[in-house]
């Protein structure tokens, strides 16, 4: 100590800081000792380490939606503001961002990947619609990412797919955080799967990477996954050591301790660095957090210690709103890509007199104005009794404004290139099929199917299986004997969706012959100038008395 300290050694306040200092460091080998003799080995976790991670999922369009919730630029603020709190605030995205999305159509994600890149993602894994573009363009943009693509049970010919890693650990606050990623096969319809693809099983993927990542010394251990809920909670019991699950591919907020405790839906209550939160502790199970989809919330999950345990975890959802200012940089390549996107397709086809309902929630739960435009003029075109559509081929996310219909919003509508198709099967089968189509209703699958030409009853407090109350096609009940022509796009007729029972049909019209639905959409429009589609009550659900 200089002879200068205000605390001189002669003094008697000297001699009482060396006294009190000395006591210190004896009662800090003390503890030292007692740790050493009872095996404890100090370990950071047990002494309030803490991980921050963001979360977003299904993010199909990088622009905020008619409500003016979402935006990938508003995303990168609140990015930035949590990594001013903790410099280690990882971001994750668990897949489904190549596709589909107009802009992705425009360029083949591209500038997806390049927005990407300044939001400084951290981590990803594939979802089913990322391998929409074949795999040459897939490679082409794992090679342009700046971040890791994660993936535990894909394989490319045997073996793993150029750019990707098995699992992968980073130090967190001196913490070793352990990572691996999964796709469930369910998630995945053949038809859009390249064909050199194996998708392995996932719980026995995942017990190989928690071997894998203990291995390496990983302390807390995270799983990146695309598959529904319910394959999420088999994981959470089927294999010990993980400690929390981020998930995608439901497009719903989900924030759920695997023992039951769960909280879903819009975030309403807590606090939150902008908008609102919804929050949930776990303790000891891990918690699976899903965040809607197109970024409109993003998930916020803080896992620390408490009484010397490293299983306590912390989520919620925060909204992404217009209260959130956008990071210029990123706003500013958003802009100049739609700029270019409007320059290819601001082509105007006609007039909507009423606002179309492009929205997920609506055209995988019920009849929609857009859906029964859709599927009457596949109908019309196709010539036949009926026709269907899946409404999970419907992805704008967004309500069409009254006013001109461009070019650019049919593709923002129908991204997909699914061609028109015409078969010929009994009324069984069409029974079956639209059985199928309110089997999980409640979870809002894509595979719910709009309708035209039929008038259904469907009573969702019954079983699977038994929903379908009645149907009568044109004025007359339906058949299952009788033949009828059923017009659908190439996707449901290869049993895209589950829909075996319309793959085994008399073709009359196969897809080598069809035309886009999207073509057929706009020249339905072209042709009547001015549309105002509406709700008929085609459509009945009854949820029980």
């Given at each position: 100590?200089?002879?200068?300290?205000?605390?001189?050694?002669?003094?008697?306040?000297?001699?009482?800081?060396?006294?009190?200092?000395?006591?210190?460091?004896?009662?800090?080998?003390?503890?030292?000792?007692?740790?050493?003799?009872?095996?404890?080995?100090?370990?950071?976790?047990?002494?309030?380490?803490?991980?921050?991670?963001?979360?977003?999922?299904?993010?199909?369009?990088?622009?905020?939606?008619?409500?003016?919730?979402?935006?990938?630029?508003?995303?990168?603020?609140?990015?930035?503001?949590?990594?001013?709190?903790?410099?280690?605030?990882?971001?994750?995205?668990?897949?489904?961002?190549?596709?589909?999305?107009?802009?992705?159509?425009?360029?083949?994600?591209?500038?997806?990947?390049?927005?990407?890149?300044?939001?400084?993602?951290?981590?990803?894994?594939?979802?089913?619609?990322?391998?929409?573009?074949?795999?040459?363009?897939?490679?082409?943009?794992?090679?342009?990412?700046?971040?890791?693509?994660?993936?535990?049970?894909?394989?490319?010919?045997?073996?793993?797919?150029?750019?990707?890693?098995?699992?992968?650990?980073?130090?967190?606050?001196?913490?070793?955080?352990?990572?691996?990623?999964?796709?469930?096969?369910?998630?995945?319809?053949?038809?859009?799967?390249?064909?050199?693809?194996?998708?392995?099983?996932?719980?026995?993927?995942?017990?190989?990477?928690?071997?894998?990542?203990r291995k390496r010394n990983a302390e807390v251990i995270v799983a990146i996954t695309h598959m529904d809920m319910d394959a999420d909670?088999?994981?959470?019991?089927?294999?010990?050591?993980?400690?929390?699950?981020?998930?995608?591919?439901?497009?719903?907020?989900?924030?759920?301790?695997?023992?039951?405790?769960?909280?879903?839906?819009?975030?309403?209550?807590?606090?939150?660095?902008?908008?609102?939160?919804?929050?949930?502790?776990?303790?000891?199970?891990?918690?699976?957090?899903?965040?809607?989809?197109?970024?409109?919330?993003?998930?916020?999950?803080?896992?620390?210690?408490?009484?010397?345990?490293?299983?306590?975890?912390d989520g919620r959802h925060l909204e992404v709103n217009a209260s959130i200012p956008e990071d210029p940089q990123v706003a500013n390549?958003?802009?100049?890509?739609?700029?270019?996107?409007?320059?290819?397709?601001?082509?105007?086809?006609?007039?909507?007199?009423?606002?179309?309902?492009?929205?997920?929630?609506?055209?995988?739960?019920?009849?929609?104005?857009?859906?029964?435009?859709?599927?009457?003029?596949?109908?019309?075109?196709?010539?036949?009794?009926?026709?269907?559509?899946?409404?999970?081929?419907?992805?704008?996310?967004?309500?069409?404004?009254?006013?001109?219909?461009?070019?650019?919003?049919?593709?923002?509508?129908?991204?997909?290139?699914?061609?028109?198709?015409?078969?010929?099967?009994?009324?069984?089968?069409?029974?079956?099929?639209?059985?199928?189509?309110?089997?999980?209703?409640?979870?809002?699958?894509?595979?719910f199917l709009q309708i035209s030409g039929m008038k259904i009853v469907a009573d969702i407090s019954q079983p699977s299986g038994q929903?379908?109350?009645?149907?009568?096609?044109?004025?007359?009940?339906?058949?299952?004997?009788?033949?009828?022509?059923?017009?659908?796009?190439?996707?449901?007729?290869?049993?895209?969706?589950?829909?075996?029972?319309?793959?085994?049909?008399?073709?009359?019209?196969?897809?080598?012959?069809?035309?886009?639905?999207?073509?057929?959409?706009?020249?339905?429009?072209?042709?009547?100038?001015?549309?105002?589609?509406?709700?008929?009550?085609?459509?009945?659900?009854?949820?029980?008395?």
């Amino acid at each position: 100590m200089p002879e200068e300290s205000w605390i001189s050694r002669k003094s008697g306040l000297g001699l009482l800081w060396r006294a009190s200092h000395k006591i210190c460091l004896a009662v800090a080998f003390s503890l030292v000792a007692q740790l050493s003799l009872s095996g404890c080995a100090w370990s950071p976790i047990r002494y309030g380490a803490h991980i921050n991670i963001l979360h977003l999922n299904d993010v199909y369009d990088v622009t905020p939606n008619e409500d003016g919730a979402g935006g990938l630029a508003r995303v990168k603020t609140l990015v930035d503001e949590a990594r001013r709190k903790d410099p280690s605030t990882l971001l994750i995205i668990s897949g489904d961002f190549l596709s589909p999305s107009l802009l992705s159509s425009l360029d083949k994600g591209s500038s997806v990947i390049e927005i990407l890149n300044l939001l400084q993602v951290d981590y990803v894994t594939f979802g089913n619609h990322d391998f929409d573009f074949g795999m040459d363009i897939l490679k082409k943009r794992i090679k342009q990412s700046k971040f890791k693509w994660i993936s535990s049970n894909i394989l490319e010919l045997g073996g793993r797919i150029p750019g990707t890693t098995f699992v992968d650990i980073r130090k967190i606050n001196r913490v070793n955080v352990g990572f691996f990623g999964l796709l469930d096969s369910k998630a995945v319809d053949s038809f859009y799967m390249p064909k050199e693809i194996d998708i392995l099983d996932t719980v026995d993927a995942a017990r190989r990477a928690v071997k894998a990542l203990r291995k390496r010394n990983a302390e807390v251990i995270v799983a990146i996954t695309h598959m529904d809920m319910d394959a999420d909670r088999v994981l959470a019991r089927s294999v010990p050591g993980i400690d929390l699950i981020l998930g995608g591919h439901d497009h719903v907020e989900i924030n759920e301790a695997t023992s039951g405790e769960a909280t879903r839906g819009p975030a309403t209550s807590g606090e939150a660095t902008r908008g609102k939160a919804r929050s949930g502790i776990a303790t000891g199970v891990p918690r699976i957090i899903k965040s809607g989809y197109n970024a409109t919330t993003v998930g916020e999950v803080s896992i620390f210690t408490r009484g010397g345990k490293k299983d306590t975890v912390d989520g919620r959802h925060l909204e992404v709103n217009a209260s959130i200012p956008e990071d210029p940089q990123v706003a500013n390549m958003i802009s100049k890509s739609i700029d270019n996107l409007n320059a290819s397709y601001q082509v105007v086809l006609g007039t909507t007199l009423v606002p179309l309902d492009a929205t997920s929630s609506g055209n995988r739960r019920g009849e929609t104005n857009l859906g029964n435009y859709i599927a009457d003029t596949m109908r019309k075109t196709m010539v036949a009794d009926i026709a269907v559509m899946n409404g999970g081929a419907i992805v704008s996310g967004k309500v069409i404004k009254t006013g001109v219909i461009t070019k650019k919003d049919l593709l923002s509508i129908l991204p997909f290139e699914n061609v028109l198709c015409k078969v010929m099967l009994k009324g069984g089968a069409i029974k079956e099929a639209l059985e199928h189509s309110f089997a999980r209703y409640e979870m809002g699958k894509g595979a719910f199917l709009q309708i035209s030409g039929m008038k259904i009853v469907a009573d969702i407090s019954q079983p699977s299986g038994q929903r379908i109350k009645s149907v009568v096609v044109g004025e007359i009940p339906l058949e299952e004997e009788r033949e009828y022509t059923l017009a659908l796009n190439d996707y449901l007729l290869r049993g895209g969706d589950g829909y075996t029972m319309l793959a085994n049909t008399q073709i009359l019209i196969s897809d080598l012959y069809g035309q886009l639905v999207v073509d057929a959409l706009a020249s339905a429009i072209k042709e009547s100038g001015v549309i105002d589609p509406k709700t008929d009550g085609r459509l009945t659900i009854i949820v029980g008395d």
